[in-house]
């Protein structure tokens, strides 16, 4: 195992999750939709900006089509620091005045709104959720009810804190339903307890399975923090209960980082939704015999479509992989570190219903039970599962330190920008090698870009060296420069 890849991936992963955005899922086995919703607060947004924001982010304005998606939003607004007042959401009588219609074209059979609304009371064409933080202000009684608007909303009354612009609420129809990060346990120790696998989002908790195994795997250089759990022998697997919001029938992705042990690959499975029969498992990731990587999706009628990587996983090499299933397209897609290097067109759907009385289930690192070991041989970490067929900007993907070009490796062209940057004291962004964010092109930023010169993640690319890669060559470069701006 290449301890430095695994080092890189545990703080820039941190670094993510610290600053990730969570919309709230209302879940399936909750009686949901399976949308996700989020409070947005920004008191500056109109309406119209407010939706045009929201499309952007891949969703919209949120539709409150039940008392129970109603609930569920209130919810999500005790649950947080909301301030008050008037939150945007997606219903407005804009094209006819008292003909209130959602974004969605849905009908508008449920309504929460204020006594005495809509009123229209100045043109009032847009809802509001109002919400009032706390009990001691007048408005507090009507928190979660509606009213209508203007198009920029309204500073109002003091006593009213309700109807100023707070904010909006997104909806979106897809996101992450589950996401494993392995933190939970301590390096270097076994991993067990059922239900000790923690499922950050959906609460799918995981069981660990096997007597030497999965071990979770640390970076002493940080904080002794987990990374992901190692697996090595045949026993060893993660089994999360089956559930409906797991059974994805239309699109959906397959995120994980992944190091294989050195040594001869074996057929092996990374992620697998399955039960105890023989080929009925609706969607797989795994590894072929040969070490190159697969993606396949079986129907009810057991028809299957499987795409596999033109090459092997490589030992002791830390790859993000990904598959993805489109349902609008039929697109059909592996990815290793956001690269595409399969794919097909497929009208194949994984379908939902397991047997409950053959063990079903989700099995991370291994199929779901005993019955059929596959066993991963290596490191698996930060698994995510989610609905939608997300792209490669949208992957839980370390950046590729030193990538200055895009190119998807780390080679000459990109050492030529970042020695023509190096010393260059402020005003820097990540693009001319800027890593740590502090502004200038420095030798910490060297750190990081040093170690990966010569990665590729176009998967065969050669790089051809420069002339000279030193921390001398770069500070002479800059003392020339300096000398010549004087």
Not at 30 to 41: A, V
Not at 296 to 313: A, E, F, K, N, R
Not at 341 to 347: G, L
Not at 421 to 440: K, L, P, R, V, Y
Request: proline content about 6%; some cysteine.
């Amino acid at each position: 195992m290449n301890r430095t890849q695994v080092v890189a991936f545990f703080v820039v992963a941190s670094v993510a999750l610290s600053t990730y955005a969570a919309p709230v899922q209302w879940r399936l086995s909750d009686g949901g939709n399976g949308h996700f919703y989020e409070i947005m607060p920004d008191q500056t947004l109109s309406w119209t900006a407010a939706g045009s924001t929201a499309q952007a982010a891949g969703g919209y304005l949120a539709t409150i089509t039940s008392q129970a998606e109603q609930t569920f939003i209130e919810n999500i607004f005790d649950s947080g620091p909301t301030g008050s007042g008037g939150y945007w959401f997606g219903l407005n009588d804009s094209l006819l005045e008292g003909d209130f219609r959602w974004v969605t074209d849905e009908p508008l059979a449920y309504t929460n709104w204020n006594s005495g609304e809509p009123n229209n009371a100045g043109d009032e064409d847009y809802g509001q959720f109002l919400w009032t933080a706390t009990p001691d202000e007048f408005t507090y009684y009507r928190r979660g009810k509606w009213n209508d608007a203007p198009q920029p909303g309204w500073t109002p009354p003091r006593d009213y804190p309700d109807l100023g612009r707070g904010g909006y609420v997104i909806e979106l129809d897809g996101g992450t339903v589950a996401h494993w990060q392995f933190e939970e346990g301590t390096p270097g120790a076994l991993a067990t307890g059922v239900g000790s696998i923690i499922d950050s989002v959906g609460g799918h908790h995981g069981t660990p399975y096997g007597t030497t195994g999965p071990v979770y795997r640390s970076a002493s250089t940080f904080d002794g923090g987990a990374v992901g759990l190692e697996f090595n022998q045949t026993s060893e697997r993660v089994f999360v209960p089956d559930s409906i919001d797991l059974a994805l029938t239309e699109s959906l992705t397959l995120e994980a980082f992944v190091i294989r042990d050195p040594g001869p690959a074996r057929y092996s499975y990374i992620l697998f939704r399955g039960d105890d029969r023989e080929a009925t498992d609706p969607y797989v990731l795994g590894v072929l015999s040969n070490g190159q990587v697969y993606f396949s999706v079986t129907s009810d009628g057991s028809h299957m479509s499987q795409i596999t990587s033109p090459v092997s996983l490589p030992e002791s090499k830390l790859v993000h992989l990904a598959a993805v299933l489109d349902d609008a397209t039929g697109e059909q897609k592996l990815y290793f570190d956001g690269v595409l290097v399969a794919s097909t067109i497929t009208n194949i759907r994984p379908f939902a219903e397991l047997d409950p009385t053959r063990n079903p289930g989700l099995g991370i690192g291994n199929t779901q039970s005993d019955s059929w070991l596959k066993a991963f041989d290596g490191v698996i970490a930060d698994v995510r599962i989610s609905n939608i067929a997300l792209t490669p900007d949208q992957f839980f993907l370390c950046p590729l330190y030193g990538d200055l070009d895009k190119d998807n490796d780390v080679d000459i062209y990109d050492w030529v920008i970042f020695q023509v940057n190096f010393g260059t004291a402020s005003g820097m962004a990540w693009e001319d090698g800027d890593f740590d964010g502090d502004g200038d092109v420095d030798v910490f930023d060297w750190t990081l870009f040093q170690p990966n010169y010569g990665t590729s993640r176009a998967w065969g690319i050669s790089i051809p060296e420069p002339a000279t890669l030193s921390l001398l060559t770069l500070a002479s470069m800059a003392l020339i420069r300096r000398r010549h701006r004087a």
